[in-house]
């Protein structure tokens, strides 16, 4: 079982004017696969308030942080930024896959800025804001997610096939 805590973008959302439904899907899905989660939280589009979130979480709970919002063209999405700020190591092929693969259900998708990466022995993801989008990147990195978990955890060491 992976500790999992979820992270939502959003100025409106923070100050209780917005219902976070994206951040429940996450929640859901991540229920359904029996993964326990650790941390839900909605803050501001302050890149500031981002980092330490970010940080606090992978450094003391989580073994994946999933966010949603703050990846779009938008003076105050900042959450890639903030993600970048934290990171050690980047993981471009999950964000790559993404997006294209949702970009076959809408063109938009091309414009997400969201991003991957590892801060210690946490894996961080971000996600768009929309919760039709978020089921749909799920949907596309999920499948893989246990694998890196489990070697980035250290619960699996040797992952060389024959």
């Known amino acids: 079982m992976f500790r999992v ?3 939502t973008a959003s100025d409106k ?3 209780g004017e917005r219902e976070d439904e994206s951040g429940r899907v996450i929640e859901d899905m991540i229920v359904t696969l029996g993964w326990e989660l650790v941390d839900t ?9 981002i980092i330490e979130t970010l940080v606090e979480l992978c450094d003391d ?13 938008a003076l105050r999405d900042n959450t890639p930024e903030a ?9 471009p092929g999950l964000a790559e896959a993404m997006r294209a693969e949702t970009s076959k259900k809408t063109p938009r998708a091309i414009l997400s800025r969201g991003v991957a990466g ?18 749909e990147c799920l949907e596309v990195i999920l499948p893989a997610l ?10 699996a060491r040797d992952c060389a096939r024959n």
């Open 5 to 7: 805590a979820v992270v």
């Open 13 to 15: 959302g923070s100050r």
């Open 41 to 49: 939280r909605i803050v501001p589009d302050d890149i500031e308030v």
């Open 61 to 73: 709970r989580a073994d994946l942080v999933l966010t949603t919002g703050g990846t779009g063209f």
């Open 83 to 91: 993600t970048l700020a934290v990171v050690e190591r980047q993981v």
């Open 118 to 135: 590892i801060r210690k022995r946490t894996l961080i993801v971000n996600l768009p804001g929309s919760p039709k989008a978020v089921r």
């Open 146 to 155: 246990p694998h890196g978990l489990e070697i980035l955890t250290g619960r």
